[in-house]
T-cell receptor
Framework: AQTVTQSQPEMSVQEAETVTLSCTYDTSESDYYLFWYKQPPSRQMILVIR??????QNATENRFSVNFQKAAKSFSLKISDSQLGDAAMYFCAYGDDKIIFGKGTRLHILP | EAQVTQNPRYLITVTGKKLTVTCSQN?????MSWYRQDPGLGLRQIYY???????DKGDVPEGYKVSRKEKRNFPLILESPSPNQTSLYFC???????????????FGAGSRLTVL
């Protein structure tokens, strides 16, 4: 069965610095999708980034980028120039016929 | 505005008192799903629906029921709530039922349920 592991329950980063959130997954599939969702204090779940496994190029959305290592089954999220509004719970998710979420990493931004 | 609307947003109830959490989407999405979020456990899927009249169990279906009589609505029913169902609940939808894990989910705002 597919699993998603986020090994860092909490992280902190200084405002304007760069932080990387780690995510590993386990699957025997070759065609799948990976996601990062953000949950700010408002509780709303918001898509940050989506990666298609068959694409080698790492997805990027403004200050958010991923490091997708398919062989290592790793999908880390890098946030550059961290801002106070980035403070949230971040969920990594794996999807093929269904979607599975990791347990989340709570990110604190220090002013 | 394209959205998923769930109600109520907050509810405190007592053990055994039946309740329904409604979910409605206005995007003509085929796929709808319910999740519960608990500290340290992430989001776990309760039930999902690939289209009208098609529903299936997720990872934690015990104590819950759903129905999908119309494409836009997917209510979650707790027939006899118990304290272990105290949680934050999310309804979500996506465009396609097939390969649903490939699609971006649109989430509702969440419903905080407390069962005393």
């Amino acid at each position: 069965a597919q699993t998603v592991t986020q090994s860092q329950p909490e992280m902190s980063v200084q405002e304007a610095e760069t932080v990387t959130l780690s995510c590993t997954y386990d699957t025997s599939e070759s065609d799948y999708y990976l996601f990062w969702y953000k949950q700010p204090p408002s509780r709303q779940m918001i898509l940050v980034i989506r990666q298609e496994a068959y694409k080698q190029q790492n997805a990027t959305e403004n200050r958010f980028s991923v490091n997708f290592q398919k062989a290592a089954k790793s999908f880390s999220l890098k946030i550059s120039d961290s801002q106070l509004g980035d403070a949230a719970m971040y969920f990594c998710a794996y999807g093929d016929d269904k979607i599975i979420f990791g347990k989340g990493t709570r990110l604190h931004i220090l002013p | 505005e394209a959205q998923v609307t769930q109600n109520p947003r907050y509810l405190i109830t007592v053990t055994g008192k039946k309740l329904t959490v409604t979910c409605s989407q206005n995007m003509n999405h085929e796929y709808m799903s319910w999740y519960r979020q608990d500290p340290g456990l992430g989001l776990r899927q309760i039930y999902y629906s690939m289209n009208v009249e098609v529903t299936d169990k997720g990872d934690v279906p015990e104590g819950y029921k759903v129905s999908r009589k119309e494409k836009r609505n997917f209510p979650l029913i707790l027939e006899s709530p118990s304290p272990n169902q105290t949680s934050l609940y999310f309804c979500a939808s996506s465009l396609n039922g097939y390969r649903s894990g490939a699609n971006v989910l649109t989430f509702g705002a969440g419903s905080r349920l407390t069962v005393l």
